[in-house]
């Protein structure tokens, strides 16, 4: 019966946290749905709101580094909830429609309680639910539930803004829908995420600050040279991630595809793929590789093996049928890689109490792309125009599934004789 609680309690956590997960982002990616109301009621460019997306990434990454240390110094039953609410109360604020510079202060803001505060939480909780032999599944649930959730409440936000007559007071209850479910799951998470058992005794039995106990996990944790393995394994998969967007306009310049259509490619690309991504990537982890970095390595090869054959393709020639199946195929492969890249922390034996810690390195490194993929990639499609800068792009993103794929390989070297080590102390004990 305590077994059948337990794994009951587990996973409810785990839903709410999906619900965490899939509406925190909303705000902060508003773009994703309402790109031109943006432009039309803040009165933004292109540019302007591409550099709002920058103050974003600038705090993301810094705020990593404070990450480190606050993730085991405070509870995650009180660093999931302010992020949420905080995001929320952002987003109220928001709905004012204020001018250009608090347009920049409020994406800054939503980046510390997202980034900062609520994400390595998040991910910290996950972690900490599963067994090792449930990691690949949880994430995978985890990434697939937020599919669902970032469905819903986009598509329910975009309703609210359609019956409002698709004008600035349905974009400001847009806004507001987006805030109040935010804030709702908040302080729905305060009351059924548990409290963290943050150890402030020594073996001796004397009484240490837990500022002492965050600041000696987080240094222990930067001392751990497998981590840094599995971040910068995480910084290849987002780099790659991060080039599927441009195969919106890959589709649009190369195959026409019309605009109606690339609306429903684009929903697909976005969430259909992460609900699917997410159930196989952490099944095949789970009960096929028995291992996240061993998967990882997999699918880095798989990947670079399909891009090479994708660019060989006749595009001008094909179906545009066929580069929709061809590139959401391709992106299926890097999405059951998003839903397994944390389960490695779990592999390398991070011990619980740096938890935190660990995550907040692996978010600091593998999120570190966001600064400048995005960015990168539109650089090399501007100047170099038509399917030559998409050819690029794609060599890039050959490239760092290479890299990854190499630093996959080592590590899983690495970890073969990690055990081979502990099964020979175990024998000559």
Not at 42 to 49: E, R, V
Not at 140 to 160: C, N, P, Y
Not at 392 to 407: E, K, N, Q, R, S
């Amino acid at each position: 019966m305590a077994v059948a609680q337990k794994q009951v309690k587990k996973w409810f956590t785990l839903c709410i946290l999906i619900l965490g997960g899939g509406t925190i982002f909303k705000l902060s990616s508003l773009k994703d749905a309402f790109y031109v109301p943006m432009q039309k009621y803040f009165h933004l460019s292109h540019t302007q709101i591409g550099l709002a997306l920058s103050v974003y990434a600038i705090v993301q990454m810094f705020g990593y580094v404070v990450s480190i240390y606050i993730t085991d110094r405070f509870s995650k039953r009180k660093l999931i909830p302010i992020g949420l609410i905080g995001v929320g109360a952002t987003g109220i604020y928001l709905s004012t429609i204020p001018g250009y510079y608090g347009i920049l202060a409020s994406w800054g803001v939503m980046a510390l309680f997202t980034e900062i505060t609520f994400w390595p939480g998040l991910i910290k909780t996950v972690k900490l639910l599963g067994d090792s032999d449930e990691q690949g599944r949880m994430f995978g649930f985890l990434e697939a539930g937020r599919g669902v959730v970032d469905t819903i409440v986009a598509f329910s936000a975009l309703g609210i803004f359609i019956w409002l007559g698709s004008e600035s007071l349905g974009f400001r209850a847009a806004i507001l829908f987006f805030a109040l479910i935010t804030i709702i799951v908040g302080i729905i998470s305060y009351f059924f995420i548990e409290d963290d058992i943050i150890e402030t005794f020594d073996k001796g039995g004397e009484e240490i600050s837990k500022n002492k106990v965050a600041l000696k996990g987080a240094i222990q944790a930067i001392k751990t040279p497998i981590l840094w393995f599995s971040s910068f394994t995480i910084f290849c998969v987002y780099t790659v991630y991060a080039g599927l967007t441009y195969f919106i306009p890959f589709l649009e310049e190369i195959y026409g595809m019309p605009v109606a259509l690339l609306g429903a490619y684009g929903i697909i690309n976005q969430y259909g793929l992460k609900m699917i991504g997410g159930p196989i990537g952490g099944f095949l982890v789970d009960k096929k590789f028995k291992s996240a970095t061993k998967y990882l390595r997999f699918t880095f090869l798989l990947s670079i093996i399909a891009m090479i054959i994708f660019i060989m393709l006749p595009h001008g020639k094909m179906n545009i049928y066929i580069g929709i199946i061809a590139t959401l195929g391709f992106g299926s492969i890097v999405f059951t890689q998003r839903a397994v890249f944390f389960a490695p922390l779990d592999e390398i034996d991070i011990p619980k109490e740096i938890s935190g810690a660990a995550v907040s390195v692996a978010c600091l490194v593998g999120y570190a792309p966001s600064i400048f993929a995005f960015a990168m990639y539109g650089n090399i499609l501007d100047h170099n125009p038509g399917i030559t800068g998409y050819r690029y792009v794609f060599l890039i993103m050959i490239a760092f599934a290479a890299i990854g794929f190499i630093i996959s390989n080592y590590s899983v070297k690495i970890l073969k004789k990690k055990k081979q080590t502990n099964r020979y102390l175990e024998v000559i004990k």
